[in-house]
Protein backbone atom coordinates (compact mmCIF):
# COMPACT_ATOMS: atom_id res chain seq x y z
CA UNK A 1 0.00 0.00 0.00
CA UNK A 2 1.50 3.52 -1.28
CA UNK A 3 1.14 5.92 2.03
CA UNK A 4 1.56 9.43 1.51
CA UNK A 5 2.19 12.76 4.02
CA UNK A 6 -0.21 15.91 3.95
CA UNK A 7 2.27 19.37 3.72
CA UNK A 8 2.23 21.73 6.47
CA UNK A 9 0.37 24.26 4.75
CA UNK A 10 -1.83 25.65 6.91
CA UNK A 11 -1.50 28.13 9.68
CA UNK A 12 2.12 29.11 11.83
CA UNK A 13 3.31 26.16 10.00
CA UNK A 14 3.12 26.88 6.48
CA UNK A 15 6.57 28.66 5.83
CA UNK A 16 9.21 27.95 3.26
CA UNK A 17 11.79 26.27 5.51
CA UNK A 18 9.17 23.73 6.82
CA UNK A 19 8.29 22.78 3.05
CA UNK A 20 11.53 22.26 2.09
CA UNK A 21 12.44 20.42 5.17
CA UNK A 22 9.26 17.95 5.37
CA UNK A 23 8.77 17.06 1.69
CA UNK A 24 12.73 16.03 1.48
CA UNK A 25 12.54 13.84 4.76
CA UNK A 26 9.10 12.41 3.50
CA UNK A 27 11.43 11.29 0.21
CA UNK A 28 13.43 10.18 2.23
CA UNK A 29 12.00 7.81 4.18
CA UNK A 30 9.86 6.19 1.28
CA UNK A 31 6.94 8.08 1.97
CA UNK A 32 5.05 7.54 -1.97
CA UNK A 33 3.37 11.36 -2.03
CA UNK A 34 2.60 14.52 -0.46
CA UNK A 35 -0.89 16.52 -0.60
CA UNK A 36 -2.51 19.87 -0.38
CA UNK A 37 -5.97 20.88 0.37
CA UNK A 38 -7.70 23.95 -0.67
CA UNK A 39 -9.45 26.81 1.49
CA UNK A 40 -10.39 30.11 -0.60
CA UNK A 41 -11.50 32.05 3.20
CA UNK A 42 -12.08 31.22 6.61
CA UNK A 43 -15.44 33.27 7.53
CA UNK A 44 -16.06 34.86 10.50
CA UNK A 45 -20.27 33.81 10.24
CA UNK A 46 -20.14 30.88 7.96
CA UNK A 47 -23.65 30.29 5.85
CA UNK A 48 -22.65 26.62 5.96
CA UNK A 49 -21.81 25.71 9.42
CA UNK A 50 -18.33 23.86 9.66
CA UNK A 51 -19.03 20.10 10.61
CA UNK A 52 -16.23 19.11 13.10
CA UNK A 53 -16.78 22.35 15.20
CA UNK A 54 -19.22 22.90 18.25
CA UNK A 55 -20.07 26.50 16.44
CA UNK A 56 -19.45 25.72 13.34
CA UNK A 57 -16.83 28.01 12.36
CA UNK A 58 -13.33 26.94 10.86
CA UNK A 59 -10.11 26.34 13.02
CA UNK A 60 -7.88 29.02 12.77
CA UNK A 61 -5.33 27.19 10.64
CA UNK A 62 -7.91 27.73 8.27
CA UNK A 63 -7.42 31.38 8.03
CA UNK A 64 -4.04 31.44 6.62
CA UNK A 65 -3.49 28.39 3.73
CA UNK A 66 -1.12 28.26 1.34
CA UNK A 67 -2.14 27.89 -2.53
CA UNK A 68 -2.46 24.38 -3.61
CA UNK A 69 -0.88 24.19 -6.72
CA UNK A 70 1.97 26.75 -6.11
CA UNK A 71 3.04 24.76 -3.21
CA UNK A 72 3.47 21.81 -5.08
CA UNK A 73 5.51 23.46 -7.67
CA UNK A 74 7.44 24.72 -5.19
CA UNK A 75 7.51 20.82 -3.57
CA UNK A 76 8.48 19.55 -6.96
CA UNK A 77 11.52 21.97 -7.55
CA UNK A 78 12.68 20.42 -3.55
CA UNK A 79 12.15 16.63 -4.03
CA UNK A 80 12.95 13.97 -7.50
CA UNK A 81 9.94 11.27 -7.41
CA UNK A 82 7.40 11.55 -4.73
CA UNK A 83 4.08 12.40 -5.97
CA UNK A 84 2.19 15.67 -5.74
CA UNK A 85 -1.52 15.50 -4.60
CA UNK A 86 -4.56 18.10 -4.32
CA UNK A 87 -6.94 16.72 -1.67
CA UNK A 88 -9.16 18.69 -3.04
CA UNK A 89 -9.34 21.31 -5.20
CA UNK A 90 -12.79 22.56 -5.52
CA UNK A 91 -12.91 22.61 -9.23
CA UNK A 92 -16.10 24.73 -9.70
CA UNK A 93 -14.02 27.55 -8.16
CA UNK A 94 -11.60 27.82 -11.13
CA UNK A 95 -12.47 28.11 -15.25
CA UNK A 96 -11.39 24.35 -16.69
CA UNK A 97 -8.85 25.89 -18.92
CA UNK A 98 -6.87 28.27 -16.33
CA UNK A 99 -6.98 25.34 -13.70
CA UNK A 100 -6.47 22.41 -16.42
CA UNK A 101 -3.31 24.45 -17.68
CA UNK A 102 -1.90 24.71 -14.28
CA UNK A 103 -2.28 21.02 -13.39
CA UNK A 104 -0.54 20.19 -16.81
CA UNK A 105 1.91 22.72 -15.79
CA UNK A 106 3.42 21.48 -12.57
CA UNK A 107 3.36 17.90 -14.01
CA UNK A 108 5.63 19.11 -16.84
CA UNK A 109 8.07 20.43 -14.31
CA UNK A 110 7.42 17.61 -11.84
CA UNK A 111 8.12 15.33 -14.64
CA UNK A 112 4.72 13.51 -14.54
CA UNK A 113 4.48 13.54 -10.58
CA UNK A 114 1.24 14.83 -10.55
CA UNK A 115 -2.44 13.72 -8.46
CA UNK A 116 -5.56 15.50 -9.61
CA UNK A 117 -7.94 15.03 -6.25
CA UNK A 118 -11.54 17.18 -7.46
CA UNK A 119 -14.94 17.74 -5.48
CA UNK A 120 -17.62 20.53 -5.92
CA UNK A 121 -16.75 22.31 -2.33
CA UNK A 122 -19.64 22.65 0.34
CA UNK A 123 -19.01 26.09 1.60
CA UNK A 124 -21.98 29.06 0.17
CA UNK A 125 -19.55 31.65 1.20
CA UNK A 126 -16.68 30.20 -0.92
CA UNK A 127 -19.24 29.65 -3.99
CA UNK A 128 -20.10 33.40 -3.34
CA UNK A 129 -16.91 34.95 -2.80
CA UNK A 130 -16.42 32.81 -6.44
CA UNK A 131 -18.92 34.27 -8.17
CA UNK A 132 -20.51 30.97 -8.47
CA UNK A 133 -24.25 29.64 -8.03
CA UNK A 134 -24.88 26.96 -5.30
CA UNK A 135 -27.46 25.83 -7.37
CA UNK A 136 -27.19 22.90 -10.49
CA UNK A 137 -23.16 22.70 -9.02
CA UNK A 138 -23.48 18.71 -10.11
CA UNK A 139 -24.43 18.99 -13.54
CA UNK A 140 -21.79 22.26 -13.45
CA UNK A 141 -18.91 19.31 -12.37
CA UNK A 142 -20.22 17.17 -14.68
CA UNK A 143 -19.09 19.26 -17.69
CA UNK A 144 -15.87 20.21 -16.00
CA UNK A 145 -14.71 17.07 -16.07
CA UNK A 146 -15.50 16.37 -20.24
CA UNK A 147 -13.79 19.79 -20.30
CA UNK A 148 -11.06 19.22 -18.36
CA UNK A 149 -10.05 16.14 -20.16
CA UNK A 150 -10.31 17.50 -23.33
CA UNK A 151 -7.38 20.16 -22.65
CA UNK A 152 -5.32 17.88 -20.83
CA UNK A 153 -5.64 15.14 -24.14
CA UNK A 154 -7.46 16.67 -27.33
CA UNK A 155 -4.64 18.40 -29.95
CA UNK A 156 -7.48 21.23 -30.39
CA UNK A 157 -9.95 21.81 -27.98
CA UNK A 158 -12.99 22.93 -28.77
CA UNK A 159 -15.93 22.57 -26.37
CA UNK A 160 -19.51 23.72 -26.06
CA UNK A 161 -21.69 23.21 -23.10
CA UNK A 162 -24.42 24.94 -20.92
CA UNK A 163 -21.75 26.13 -18.02
CA UNK A 164 -18.65 25.64 -19.65
CA UNK A 165 -17.68 27.04 -23.94
CA UNK A 166 -14.11 26.43 -25.01
CA UNK A 167 -13.81 27.47 -28.85
CA UNK A 168 -11.64 25.38 -31.31
CA UNK A 169 -8.15 26.05 -29.47
CA UNK A 170 -4.62 24.69 -29.35
CA UNK A 171 -3.94 24.61 -25.34
CA UNK A 172 -1.00 23.96 -24.03
CA UNK A 173 1.47 22.33 -22.35
CA UNK A 174 -0.09 18.86 -22.16
CA UNK A 175 0.57 16.42 -19.36
CA UNK A 176 3.43 14.32 -19.53
CA UNK A 177 0.96 11.34 -17.85
CA UNK A 178 -1.05 9.91 -20.93
CA UNK A 179 -3.68 10.13 -21.70
CA UNK A 180 -4.36 12.57 -18.57
CA UNK A 181 -3.45 12.96 -15.00
CA UNK A 182 -4.99 10.31 -13.03
CA UNK A 183 -8.08 12.11 -11.70
CA UNK A 184 -9.82 11.32 -8.28
CA UNK A 185 -13.02 12.89 -6.79
CA UNK A 186 -13.74 13.66 -3.44
CA UNK A 187 -17.24 13.58 -1.79
CA UNK A 188 -19.51 11.25 -0.24
CA UNK A 189 -23.10 11.44 -1.90
CA UNK A 190 -24.34 8.55 -4.47
CA UNK A 191 -24.16 11.46 -6.83
CA UNK A 192 -20.14 11.33 -6.31
CA UNK A 193 -19.53 7.52 -6.53
CA UNK A 194 -21.58 7.73 -10.24
CA UNK A 195 -19.84 10.40 -11.42
CA UNK A 196 -16.61 8.75 -10.79
CA UNK A 197 -17.95 6.19 -12.60
CA UNK A 198 -19.93 7.22 -15.06
CA UNK A 199 -17.41 9.75 -16.03
CA UNK A 200 -14.21 7.36 -16.27
CA UNK A 201 -12.71 9.11 -13.30
CA UNK A 202 -9.20 7.42 -11.79
CA UNK A 203 -11.23 6.65 -8.54
CA UNK A 204 -12.54 7.84 -5.26
CA UNK A 205 -10.51 10.33 -2.92
CA UNK A 206 -12.25 9.71 0.84
CA UNK A 207 -11.90 10.30 4.54
CA UNK A 208 -13.53 7.90 7.18
CA UNK A 209 -16.58 9.11 9.01
CA UNK A 210 -16.60 6.44 11.33
CA UNK A 211 -16.34 2.67 11.98
CA UNK A 212 -14.11 0.94 9.01
CA UNK A 213 -17.40 -0.97 8.28
CA UNK A 214 -18.57 1.77 6.56
CA UNK A 215 -15.43 1.99 4.57
CA UNK A 216 -15.85 -0.94 3.28
CA UNK A 217 -19.88 -0.49 2.40
CA UNK A 218 -18.45 2.47 0.07
CA UNK A 219 -16.00 0.42 -1.63
CA UNK A 220 -18.53 -2.41 -2.15
CA UNK A 221 -21.26 1.02 -3.85
CA UNK A 222 -18.37 2.40 -6.14
CA UNK A 223 -17.47 -1.47 -7.17
CA UNK A 224 -21.04 -2.47 -7.94
CA UNK A 225 -21.69 1.30 -9.85
CA UNK A 226 -19.01 0.03 -12.24
CA UNK A 227 -20.32 -3.47 -12.41
CA UNK A 228 -23.53 -2.10 -13.46
CA UNK A 229 -22.26 0.12 -16.28
CA UNK A 230 -20.19 -2.73 -17.71
CA UNK A 231 -16.96 -1.32 -16.49
CA UNK A 232 -13.80 -3.19 -14.57
CA UNK A 233 -14.32 -2.27 -10.89
CA UNK A 234 -10.88 -2.78 -10.48
CA UNK A 235 -9.92 0.17 -12.32
CA UNK A 236 -11.52 2.20 -10.15
CA UNK A 237 -9.26 3.00 -7.09
CA UNK A 238 -9.44 4.31 -3.68
CA UNK A 239 -6.82 7.11 -1.74
CA UNK A 240 -7.93 7.40 1.85
CA UNK A 241 -7.09 11.07 3.34
CA UNK A 242 -6.88 10.00 7.22
CA UNK A 243 -6.72 12.81 10.22
CA UNK A 244 -4.50 10.77 13.11
CA UNK A 245 -5.27 11.15 16.76
CA UNK A 246 -2.36 9.60 18.78
CA UNK A 247 -2.44 8.77 22.25
CA UNK A 248 0.01 6.94 24.37
CA UNK A 249 -3.28 4.94 26.42
CA UNK A 250 -5.66 2.57 24.96
CA UNK A 251 -8.49 3.90 27.44
CA UNK A 252 -11.29 5.53 25.52
CA UNK A 253 -13.49 6.26 28.40
CA UNK A 254 -15.89 3.31 27.08
CA UNK A 255 -15.97 5.17 24.14
CA UNK A 256 -15.69 3.25 20.47
CA UNK A 257 -12.54 4.29 19.11
CA UNK A 258 -12.67 6.60 15.90
CA UNK A 259 -10.48 4.84 13.15
CA UNK A 260 -6.79 6.16 13.03
CA UNK A 261 -6.63 7.37 17.06
CA UNK A 262 -5.00 6.03 19.79
CA UNK A 263 -1.88 4.47 20.20
CA UNK A 264 0.31 3.91 17.39
CA UNK A 265 0.05 -0.12 17.98
CA UNK A 266 -4.02 0.77 17.42
CA UNK A 267 -3.36 3.07 14.59
CA UNK A 268 -1.44 0.22 13.17
CA UNK A 269 -3.60 -2.00 13.20
CA UNK A 270 -6.44 0.34 11.67
CA UNK A 271 -3.52 0.84 8.62
CA UNK A 272 -4.13 -3.14 8.25
CA UNK A 273 -7.20 -3.13 7.90
CA UNK A 274 -7.73 -0.78 5.43
CA UNK A 275 -4.90 -2.24 3.74
CA UNK A 276 -7.36 -5.46 3.56
CA UNK A 277 -10.60 -3.95 2.83
CA UNK A 278 -8.28 -3.00 -0.55
CA UNK A 279 -7.38 0.08 -0.19
CA UNK A 280 -3.67 0.93 -2.49
CA UNK A 281 -2.95 4.53 -1.08
CA UNK A 282 -3.46 5.74 2.18
CA UNK A 283 -2.58 9.86 3.38
CA UNK A 284 -1.69 10.61 7.29
CA UNK A 285 -2.74 14.66 7.77
CA UNK A 286 -1.89 15.44 11.25
CA UNK A 287 -3.80 19.08 11.10
CA UNK A 288 -5.89 20.55 13.90
CA UNK A 289 -3.62 18.40 16.62
CA UNK A 290 -0.87 19.44 18.89
CA UNK A 291 1.48 16.69 16.54
CA UNK A 292 1.17 19.47 13.61
CA UNK A 293 3.28 21.97 15.98
CA UNK A 294 5.89 20.36 16.10
CA UNK A 295 6.88 19.44 11.93
CA UNK A 296 9.97 16.85 13.05
CA UNK A 297 7.93 15.27 15.58
CA UNK A 298 5.14 14.62 13.15
CA UNK A 299 7.32 13.02 10.25
CA UNK A 300 9.06 11.05 12.79
CA UNK A 301 5.90 9.35 14.06
CA UNK A 302 4.43 9.20 10.84
CA UNK A 303 7.41 7.06 9.80
CA UNK A 304 6.76 4.72 12.40
CA UNK A 305 3.77 4.10 11.51
CA UNK A 306 4.81 4.07 7.61
CA UNK A 307 6.03 0.12 8.17
CA UNK A 308 2.20 -1.04 8.79
CA UNK A 309 1.62 -0.61 5.77
CA UNK A 310 4.38 -1.91 3.50
Known amino acids: ???????????KQANRQNL???SRKAEEYGFDSLWVLERLLSP???QTPYPATPDGRLPSDYQTVLDPLETLSFVASNTEKISLGTSVIDMLFHNPVVLGRRFATLDVLSEGRTICGLAIGWSKDEYQASNIPFKDRGKRADEFLDALKSVWSDDVVEFKGEFYNIPASKI???PIQKPHIPIYLGGFSPNTFSRIVNYDA?????VPLGPLEQLKSTVNTIRNLAIRANKDPNTFKIILLTYLNISDTTDSGGKQRF???GTIEEIGDDIREIKDIGIEHVVFSNFFTPLYGNIDQSIEISKQLLQFAK
Not at 1 to 11: D, N
Open 1 to 11: MKVGLALPQLG
Open 44 to 46: INP
Open 172 to 174: GPK
Open 259 to 261: PMS
Open 202 to 206: NGWLG
Open 20 to 22: IKF
